[in-house]
């Protein structure tokens, strides 16, 4: 891991600053603060890269430093985790309205608090990689907004949403959708084992998978105070700041919001029926060359036992009329037991060619797949 990652420690408990601080030794560079004033004075002089913050402290607690750090410009987009005894959605939630990216419950493996920190750079990255991109998005849905109102958002994301050909396609253009609206939103989408939970965030942050983990069955639209989920087959939608003093503009975020879920729904199942044709489709091609090699050899097989038995029925011939010399057989004897010999060597004939004609019975319904296939 890069050593050169600053990480601010901010606990009450000189215990739990030292288990820290000798945990991230070696592993980043750590700052610890007895209290969320100690590190605020800091801050001017240096600012990390990650901030891990204790939940219950005096006079401000985790939730309240986080609040801070979030709303000024030069703190905002650090990442923050909790350290916390407690978890409970309620406080999972507490966690998530605050702004934090991740949450440990006390105690902690170490190896757990490391592979926190490892993500806790990657997200990092990733949320800079996703601001340049909500800037832009912002600017063209502004633009789109004027010209084709709130409606048109939903028509124009319906409209999107059948070039869409992956999950991922299709959970950008649904969060893009919601940036027009000036909605500030997290998406989980789900197709087969593939899940994906999506947010100007970053991707899969742990605590918004597990906000959406407890809200996707909380009904088909759920409100509790500012936020708003819609649950629709494989699409959880949570909306963050539902403007609660423009009752009006709430219904219609409520009616557009279901229509939105509900489009993207239709069309995540229309692309997973995609998928497993796609899928069929290359099994298939694949299974013909191995089907047709099948069938040249039971025709080859069919040929060589064909002659085998010919000779084997022509010895058979030969060796029943020399025996009628040593049997002492009437001719009537003889001419009876060789009409019941060559009644049976017909129906072994028969027999075969019957298979034979199953075999091109066969060929013809490869050939018949190999024409579907092609167009």
């Known amino acids: 891991m890069d050593t050169d990652l600053r990480v601010f420690v901010v606990d009450d408990d000189p215990l739990m600053l030292e288990v820290l601080s000798a945990t991230l030794d070696g592993v980043c560079l750590v700052h610890t603060f007895a209290s969320a004033a100690a590190c605020l004075e800091a801050l001017p002089a240096s600012r990390p890269d990650l901030f891990l913050l204790d939940v219950t402290m005096p006079v401000m607690d985790g939730f309240a430093l986080c609040r801070h750090l979030k709303d000024d410009w030069d703190t905002q987009d650090i990442p923050v985790v909790f350290v916390s005894a407690s978890d409970d959605l309620e406080t999972r939630l507490l966690g998530y309205e605050a702004g934090g990216e991740d949450f440990i419950q006390k105690p902690f493996e170490p190896a757990e608090l490391l592979s926190k920190i490892h993500v806790a750079g990657r997200i990092l990255a990733e949320k800079k990689a996703l601001r340049e991109q909500a800037g832009y998005a912002q600017r063209t849905a502004m633009t789109a907004m004027v010209s084709m109102g709130e409606l048109g958002v939903v028509l124009q994301f319906l409209s999107k949403s059948f070039a869409c050909d992956s999950l991922e396609e299709l959970t950008l253009a649904l969060l893009d959708a919601m940036r027009q609206y000036d909605l500030q939103s997290a998406l989980q989408m789900r197709m087969g084992d593939a899940v994906l939970t999506l947010s100007a965030n970053g991707r899969n942050l742990p605590l918004e998978v597990s906000v959406l983990n407890h ?71 694949g299974a013909l060359p191995r089907l047709y090699a099948t069938l040249d050899g039971v025709q080859n097989n069919y040929r060589r036992n064909c002659f085998e038995l010919t000779q084997v029925m022509i010895e058979f011939q030969e060796t029943l009329t020399k025996a009628y010399i040593h049997l002492g057989l009437m001719e009537r004897q003889e001419e009876m037991i060789s009409s019941m010999a060559n009644e049976f060597m017909l129906r072994v004939v028969g027999t075969q060619d019957a298979s034979l004609e199953i075999v091109g019975q066969l060929e013809g319904l490869a050939d018949d797949l190999k024409v579907l296939l092609r167009n």
């Open 215 to 285: 809200v996707r069955d909380s009904g088909r639209i759920f409100q509790f105070k500012s936020r708003c989920v819609f649950n629709y087959g494989g699409v959880t939608l949570l909306v963050n700041n539902m403007p609660l003093d423009d009752p009006d503009r709430c219904g219609r975020i409520r009616d557009n919001g279901a229509l939105l879920a509900e489009g993207a729904d239709a069309r995540l199942r229309a692309i997973e029926t995609e998928v497993l044709a796609s899928q069929r489709r290359a099994g298939i091609e």
